[in-house]
């Protein structure tokens, strides 16, 4: 390269480079800045009840916010996440499920077209291993597989994850006492 194209390439390099910032910083003040405005946006905008569909335990000495399977589900409609499932790995007391999702983005003025567009992706796993050491005290292993999957790629689909926002099937030891 010459030294003219090689200083457009590097003013055209610097220049794409600040449109992205400045992208990702519209992005993110449009974004939710805590987790309290996070959970209260995922209630309002999914139609969540918060006496069943979102329950909080002390870990840590945080608090750490859990949506049930009927939230996920909620969530999941209202977003029209399509997931699909494929068994990694199954025996008698162990199974990996991988979960790939689609959700369509939305137009500039917030509304979803399902056949057109972009779509993001996620792809994750969600594990169950029943016996001593296991994290499932269930002998249904690949049905917790499934769903710990599921709450997995909604979740990180809607930005939950970064929050602290985790589902009601991913652990045993998270469960809500009754």
């Known amino acids: ?23 990702w910083q519209q992005h993110e003040e449009a974004m939710t800045t805590n987790k309290r405005d996070f959970l209260n946006e995922l209630v309002k905008a999914n139609h969540l009840d918060v006496n069943e569909d979102i329950f909080k ?21 209202n977003n029209h996440i399509r997931v ?20 369509p983005k939305p137009d500039d ?31 249904y292993v690949a049905e917790m597989a499934e769903k710990r999957a599921l709450a997995r790629v909604v979740l990180k689909l809607c930005g939950a994850y970064k929050f602290g926002v985790y589902g009601e099937e991913e652990a045993d030891d998270f469960k809500r006492k009754t």
């Open 84 to 103: 699909t499932f494929q068994i990694e790995s199954v025996s008698k007391d162990f199974a990996v499920v991988k979960a790939r999702a689609l959700m």
């Open 1 to 23: 390269m010459d030294e003219l194209t090689q200083e457009q390439w590097e003013e055209d390099q610097q220049a794409e480079h600040e449109a992205t910032v400045a992208q």
């Open 57 to 77: 335990m002390s870990m840590g000495g945080k608090q750490v916010a859990f949506i049930t399977r009927t939230g996920i589900e909620k969530i999941q409609y």
């Open 109 to 139: 003025d917030g509304i979803v077209y399902q056949d057109e567009g972009d779509w993001i992706e996620m792809e994750t796993y969600g594990s169950a291993w029943h016996g001593q050491g296991g994290n499932s005290m269930n002998n």
